[in-house]
C-alpha cells in the first residue's frame, strides 16, 4: 500500500520493455500519417522540419528523464508539476496530456481503420479497436509490454523493406514526364501548403502576420507547423515516464529507455523524409490536388509501380504501427488519470488499482470511453492530430518549467536544453491553425473552471 492508502504498482517493465513501449508509442503517426502532412506543408523543406521537432523532442526528453529520475512514479508531468511548481501546474500538464493523448488515440484508431475497411464502416470498427486494445491493457502491463513487441517489430520491418523499395525506385529513376512504373502521378514537394494540409493554415499566426500570400515568412512558418504536427509522431518517449511507478531501476533505466527510443525513432523518420522528397524531386510535376494524403507511402509505391505484394506490406506495417500506439497510449492516458484522481483533480474511484492485475481498470475503462466518443464524432485525422500537438506541446512546456527547477545531484542534463525545450514548444504551439488554438483554450479553460469549482466544493482542510 502506498502512503496515500492506494494500492502500489509492480515495478515489472524492462529497459528493453521501456524502449519497446517508447517505441511502439512513437512509431504509427510519424511514419504513416504526420510525415505526408509534414511533406504538404513544407515541401522540400519537410526534413528540416523533421529535424526541428527531433531538436524540440530531444531538448523536451531530457527534462522529462531528469524529472522522472528523480520522481518515478505514475503521472508523469501531472506528478512532476505538482511536486516542482504547484498543484494548478500539475492539473493543467495532467489536463493537457489527457486531452492531448485522446485525441492522439482518436486518430490512431481511424488511422487503423482507414487501411483494413472502407469509409462507411471506418468509424465503428476504429471504436472496436480502441475496446479490444483496451481489453488486453486491462490484463496486466506485461502483456501490454509483449504486446507491443511483437507489433513494434512488424512496423519496423514494414518500413526498412518499403524505404528499401523506394531507394531503388530513385535509383532505377522515374520517368521524366512524373508518372511512376504504373502511370500514377506522384504528389511533387516544391513549396509550403500543398493538398488537403493547406486547410490548416487557417486563422492562425500566418493570418495574424499577413503571410499566408507566400514568401520567406509564409515559409518559415509552414515548416513550423509541419514541425508541431511532426511533434506529435515523437510525443510517445514520454509513456516509459507515465509508466514511471511500474519501471525496474527507474533513475537508471527511464533516462536511457527515452534517449534511445527517441534517437532510433528520429533516424528513422529523417531517413523516410528524405526519400519522400527525393522521390518529389525526381518526378518534377505538380502536386497533386489532394497532396500526399494520409497514407504517403502508399502512394509513392503505387508511383514507382511497386505492385499489391508491397502495398500488402506498408498496410500491415501501418495498422500494427498504430496499434502500437494506440496500445501504449491508452495505458499512458490511464496512468496520468490514476495519478490526478489519486490526488482528487478527478474523482477518486477512478484511482482503483485491480489486485489482481495491477492496472488502474477504472481509469483505462474511462480513458477507452472518451477515445471511442471522439472516434465516432471526429471529422478529420490530421485536425486530431493538431489537437493533439496542441495538448502535449503545453504539457512539455510545463515539464520544462518543472526541470528548471531541479539541482544537485538531480541536474542531469544542462539548463540551456529545459530553456530550448521550454521556447520550442511555446513557438511550435504557435505556429498550429487557428481553429486548432481556439478550441484548445476553450478546452482549457473548461479543465480550470471544473478545478477551481472542485476546490470550492471541498473541504476546506481538504484544499491544496
Not at 528523464?65 to 500539475?90: D, F, I, K, M, V
Not at 489536463?95 to 468509424?123: D, H, N, T
Not at 474523482?347 to 471511442?372: I, N, T
Request: proline share 4%; net charge positive.
Amino acid at each position: 500500500m502506498t502512503t496515500t492508502g492506494h494500492t502500489a504498482l509492480s515495478r515489472r517493465l524492462t529497459l528493453r520493455d521501456a524502449v519497446v513501449i517508447g517505441l511502439a508509442s512513437m512509431i504509427g503517426a510519424g511514419a504513416f500519417v504526420s510525415l505526408g502532412a509534414a511533406q504538404d506543408l513544407a515541401g522540400a523543406l519537410a526534413p528540416l522540419a523533421v529535424l526541428l521537432a527531433a531538436g524540440v523532442a530531444l531538448c523536451n526528453a531530457t527534462s522529462t528523464a531528469q524529472l522522472a529520475a528523480q520522481h518515478p512514479t505514475s503521472g508523469g508531468t501531472y506528478h512532476y508539476g505538482r511536486e516542482r511548481l504547484g498543484p494548478w501546474w500539475g492539473f493543467l500538464a495532467g489536463w493537457c496530456f489527457v486531452l492531448g493523448k485522446i485525441a492522439s488515440c482518436a486518430a490512431m484508431a481511424l488511422v487503423i481503420a482507414a487501411y483494413v475497411v472502407p469509409e462507411p464502416f471506418q468509424r465503428p470498427v476504429a471504436a472496436l479497436v480502441v475496446v479490444g486494445l483496451t481489453g488486453v491493457n486491462l490484463v496486466g502491463v506485461t502483456r501490454t509490454a509483449a504486446l507491443a513487441r511483437i507489433l513494434v517489430t512488424i512496423a519496423l520491418t514494414a518500413l526498412v523493406l518499403t524505404g528499401a523499395r523506394l531507394a531503388v525506385g530513385i535509383g532505377e529513376g522515374i520517368a521524366a514526364d512524373g508518372a511512376g512504373a504504373d502511370g500514377a502521378a506522384l504528389p511533387a514537394t516544391p513549396g509550403p501548403l500543398a493538398g488537403q494540409a493547406a486547410g490548416l493554415w487557417d486563422g492562425g499566426l500566418a493570418a495574424v502576420a499577413s503571410a499566408g500570400a507566400g514568401g520567406a515568412l509564409a515559409i518559415a512558418l509552414a515548416v513550423a507547423q509541419a514541425a508541431a504536427l511532426m511533434f506529435f509522431a515523437f510525443a510517445g518517449y514520454a509513456r516509459v515516464a507515465t509508466l514511471g511507478e511500474e519501471v525496474v531501476a527507474p533513475r537508471r533505466t527511464i533516462p536511457r529507455a527515452i534517449l534511445l527510443a527517441l534517437g532510433i525513432v528520429a533516424a528513422l523518420y529523417l531517413l523516410l523524409s528524405v526519400l519522400l522528397v527525393l522521390l518529389g524531386s525526381a518526378v518534377g510535376s505538380p502536386a497533386a490536388a489532394d497532396g500526399w494524403g494520409p497514407a504517403p507511402f502508399l502512394a509513392a509505391l503505387d508511383a514507382v509501380g511497386a505492385g499489391a505484394l508491397w502495398r500488402a506490406v506498408i498496410t500491415i506495417g501501418a495498422v500494427a504501427a498504430a496499434s502500437g500506439a494506440l496500445l501504449a497510449l491508452i495505458a499512458g492516458i490511464s496512468r496520468t488519470v490514476l495519478a490526478m484522481s489519486r490526488e482528487g483533480d478527478l474523482p477518486r474511484p477512478l484511482a482503483h488499482v485491480s489486485a489482481r492485475y495491477s492496472v488502474p481498470q477504472r481509469a483505462e475503462a474511462v480513458a477507452s470511453l472518451a477515445v471511442v466518443l471522439l472516434v465516432l464524432l471526429a471529422a478529420d485525422v490530421l485536425i486530431a492530430i493538431a489537437a493533439s500537438a496542441f495538448g502535449v506541446l503545453l504539457y512539455y512546456a510545463i515539464a520544462n518549467l518543472a526541470a528548471l527547477t531541479q539541482t544537485g545531484q538531480w541536474r542531469l542534463f544542462p539548463t540551456a536544453m529545459q530553456v530550448a525545450g521550454l521556447i520550442g514548444c511555446l513557438l511550435l504551439v504557435a505556429a498550429l491553425p487557428g481553429r486548432t488554438l481556439a478550441a484548445g483554450l476553450i478546452l482549457l479553460a473548461v479543465g480550470v473552471l471544473y478545478r477551481a469549482l472542485a476546490l470550492h466544493l471541498r473541504p476546506r482542510a481538504a484544499r491544496h
